[in-house]
T-cell receptor, first 115, second 114 residues
Framework: GNSVTQMEGPVTLSEEAFLTINCTYTATGYPSLFWYVQYPGEGLQLLLKATKADDKGSNKGFEATYRKETTSFHLEKGSVQVSDSAVYFCALSLNSGGSNYKLTFGKGTLLTVNP | SAVISQKPSRDICQRGTSLTIQCQVDSQVTMMFWYRQQPGQSLTLIATANQGSEATYESGFVIDKFPISRPNLTFSTLTVSNMSPEDSSIYLC???????????FGSGTRLTVV
């Protein structure tokens, strides 16, 4: 079956530090990959996505590159801010119809950024 | 991308009662999804709801406990029936309006069962 494994954390960083949250996946096929962010007390927001190998998704200073050879989609940001404190979820979907449209999520990584 | 209005945003319910959660989308979508997020956990898909057909439930979830309605292409409801404290979770609806936009989520319903 499909699965997503991500660094569970929690991760605590100082403002302006470099962030990496690792994410690897297992899928029967060629999935689309996503990073979602959940700020305290809120629902999920799409942060970035990539739909094929070597695609780079980027948004708000965050980046992730779809690496087929290592089945990875690591999230990075060069300089985090206090406002980036949230839970980050890596996810995949196969988009091939039927139940494969569903998202499969990793367990989430809590990021806390201190001033 | 689509905008989802989910109601209620939170509720505290007595065990043994039922709660119906509504999800309204500002555009027509074929697929709607209902997820559960238990405290401190990731999201788990409950069911996929397509208009005009029965919802498809994931392993571990049954229609008697989580009945779903999908009367049209912009609206769905999820009912949590005969609630127990173990049902205390955040429930979220999600849609996929177009593959290029990715999935959109409602803001969630925080349910506490006492």
């Amino acid at each position: 079956g499909n699965s997503v494994t991500q660094m569970e954390g929690p991760v605590t960083l100082s403002e302006e530090a470099f962030l990496t949250i690792n994410c690897t996946y297992t899928a029967t096929g060629y999935p689309s990959l996503f990073w979602y962010v959940q700020y305290p007390g809120e629902g999920l927001q799409l942060l970035l996505k990539a739909t094929k190998a070597d695609d780079k998704g980027s948004n708000k200073g965050f980046e992730a590159t779809y690496r087929k050879e290592t089945t990875s989609f690591h999230l990075e940001k060069g300089s985090v801010q206090v406002s980036d404190s949230a839970v980050y979820f890596c996810a995949l979907s196969l988009n091939s119809g039927g139940s494969n449209y569903k998202l499969t999520f990793g367990k989430g990584t809590l990021l806390t950024v201190n001033p | 991308s689509a905008v989802i209005s989910q109601k209620p945003s939170r509720d505290i319910c007595q065990r043994g009662t039922s709660l119906t959660i509504q999800c309204q989308v500002d555009s027509q979508v074929t697929m709607m999804f209902w997820y559960r997020q238990q405290p401190g956990q990731s999201l788990t898909l409950i069911a996929t709801a397509n208009q005009g057909s029965e919802a498809t439930y994931e392993s571990g979830f049954v229609i008697d406990k989580f009945p779903i309605s999908r009367p049209n292409l912009t609206f769905s409801t999820l009912t949590v029936s005969n609630m127990s404290p173990e049902d205390s979770s955040i429930y979220l609806c999600s849609v996929l309006p177009q593959a290029a936009y990715g999935y959109t989520f409602g803001s969630g319903t925080r349910l506490t069962v006492v």
